[in-house]
Nanobody
Framework: QVQLVESGGGLVQPGGSLRLSCATS????????MGWYRQAPGKQRELVAG???????NYADSVKGRFTISRDNAKNAVYLQMNSLKPEDTAVYHC?????????????WGQGTPVTVSS
Protein backbone atom coordinates (compact mmCIF):
# COMPACT_ATOMS: atom_id res chain seq x y z
CA GLN A 1 0.00 0.00 0.00
CA VAL A 2 0.94 3.63 -0.31
CA GLN A 3 -0.52 6.74 1.27
CA LEU A 4 -0.52 9.98 -0.68
CA VAL A 5 -0.93 13.43 0.83
CA GLU A 6 -1.35 16.47 -1.38
CA SER A 7 -0.83 20.08 -0.44
CA GLY A 8 -0.36 23.46 -2.05
CA GLY A 9 -3.76 24.21 -3.48
CA GLY A 10 -5.57 27.48 -2.98
CA LEU A 11 -7.06 30.54 -4.59
CA VAL A 12 -5.02 32.31 -7.25
CA GLN A 13 -5.72 34.98 -9.84
CA PRO A 14 -5.59 34.19 -13.55
CA GLY A 15 -2.01 34.24 -14.74
CA GLY A 16 -0.72 33.27 -11.33
CA SER A 17 1.21 30.21 -10.19
CA LEU A 18 0.89 27.44 -7.67
CA ARG A 19 3.05 24.49 -6.74
CA LEU A 20 1.34 21.32 -5.62
CA SER A 21 3.14 18.70 -3.58
CA CYS A 22 2.39 15.01 -3.12
CA ALA A 23 4.12 13.19 -0.30
CA THR A 24 4.24 9.40 -0.51
CA SER A 25 4.56 6.90 2.30
CA UNK A 26 7.01 4.69 0.42
CA UNK A 27 9.96 5.07 -1.89
CA UNK A 28 9.10 6.42 -5.31
CA UNK A 29 11.37 3.74 -6.74
CA UNK A 30 8.85 1.13 -5.56
CA UNK A 31 5.99 2.84 -7.43
CA UNK A 32 5.51 2.09 -11.12
CA UNK A 33 3.82 5.29 -12.23
CA MET A 34 2.79 8.52 -10.56
CA GLY A 35 0.77 11.42 -11.77
CA TRP A 36 -1.58 14.28 -11.13
CA TYR A 37 -5.24 14.19 -12.06
CA ARG A 38 -7.90 16.81 -11.66
CA GLN A 39 -11.66 16.84 -11.43
CA ALA A 40 -13.71 19.94 -12.04
CA PRO A 41 -17.32 20.19 -10.87
CA GLY A 42 -19.59 18.19 -13.13
CA LYS A 43 -16.70 16.78 -15.12
CA GLN A 44 -14.82 13.51 -15.20
CA ARG A 45 -11.42 13.13 -13.61
CA GLU A 46 -8.66 13.71 -16.16
CA LEU A 47 -4.93 13.15 -16.28
CA VAL A 48 -2.98 16.39 -16.02
CA ALA A 49 0.61 15.17 -15.92
CA GLY A 50 2.44 11.99 -15.06
CA UNK A 51 5.56 9.89 -15.02
CA UNK A 52 5.34 6.57 -16.83
CA UNK A 53 7.19 3.45 -15.75
CA UNK A 54 10.21 4.51 -17.78
CA UNK A 55 10.36 7.86 -16.02
CA UNK A 56 9.16 9.85 -19.00
CA UNK A 57 6.68 12.64 -18.49
CA ASN A 58 3.41 13.18 -20.27
CA TYR A 59 0.99 16.09 -20.13
CA ALA A 60 -2.55 16.87 -21.10
CA ASP A 61 -2.62 19.12 -24.16
CA SER A 62 -4.42 21.79 -22.17
CA VAL A 63 -1.50 22.25 -19.76
CA LYS A 64 1.54 21.71 -22.00
CA GLY A 65 3.98 24.58 -21.68
CA ARG A 66 2.34 25.80 -18.47
CA PHE A 67 2.60 22.91 -16.01
CA THR A 68 5.67 20.91 -15.03
CA ILE A 69 5.73 17.67 -13.09
CA SER A 70 8.84 16.81 -11.12
CA ARG A 71 9.90 14.52 -8.32
CA ASP A 72 12.35 14.36 -5.46
CA ASN A 73 13.38 10.76 -4.91
CA ALA A 74 15.11 11.54 -1.63
CA LYS A 75 11.95 13.12 -0.22
CA ASN A 76 9.58 10.60 -1.80
CA ALA A 77 7.59 13.46 -3.25
CA VAL A 78 6.12 14.51 -6.56
CA TYR A 79 5.35 18.10 -7.48
CA LEU A 80 3.25 19.96 -10.00
CA GLN A 81 4.36 23.46 -10.86
CA MET A 82 1.47 25.32 -12.42
CA ASN A 83 2.12 28.62 -14.19
CA SER A 84 -0.08 30.94 -16.23
CA LEU A 85 -3.14 29.54 -14.53
CA LYS A 86 -6.51 29.95 -16.18
CA PRO A 87 -10.02 29.81 -14.73
CA GLU A 88 -10.53 26.51 -16.54
CA ASP A 89 -7.75 25.01 -14.41
CA THR A 90 -10.07 25.25 -11.42
CA ALA A 91 -10.52 21.75 -10.02
CA VAL A 92 -9.60 19.41 -7.22
CA TYR A 93 -6.17 18.01 -7.97
CA HIS A 94 -5.37 14.46 -6.94
CA CYS A 95 -2.10 12.61 -6.75
CA UNK A 96 -2.15 9.07 -8.14
CA UNK A 97 0.22 6.16 -7.72
CA UNK A 98 0.09 2.83 -9.52
CA UNK A 99 1.83 -0.28 -8.26
CA UNK A 100 1.98 -3.31 -10.53
CA UNK A 101 2.29 -6.75 -8.98
CA UNK A 102 2.38 -9.48 -11.57
CA UNK A 103 -0.66 -8.92 -13.76
CA UNK A 104 -2.48 -6.81 -11.19
CA UNK A 105 -2.54 -3.02 -10.98
CA UNK A 106 -3.19 -1.23 -7.72
CA UNK A 107 -4.25 2.41 -7.89
CA UNK A 108 -3.89 4.74 -4.94
CA TRP A 109 -5.26 8.26 -4.59
CA GLY A 110 -4.70 11.18 -2.30
CA GLN A 111 -7.58 13.12 -0.79
CA GLY A 112 -7.07 15.97 -3.25
CA THR A 113 -6.20 19.62 -2.95
CA PRO A 114 -8.52 22.27 -4.40
CA VAL A 115 -7.29 24.87 -6.86
CA THR A 116 -9.44 27.88 -7.68
CA VAL A 117 -8.39 30.32 -10.38
CA SER A 118 -10.48 33.45 -10.18
CA SER A 119 -10.18 37.19 -10.12
Amino acid sequence: QVQLVESGGGLVQPGGSLRLSCATSRSIFSINTMGWYRQAPGKQRELVAGFNSGGRTNYADSVKGRFTISRDNAKNAVYLQMNSLKPEDTAVYHCNAVIIVGSDEYHYWGQGTPVTVSS
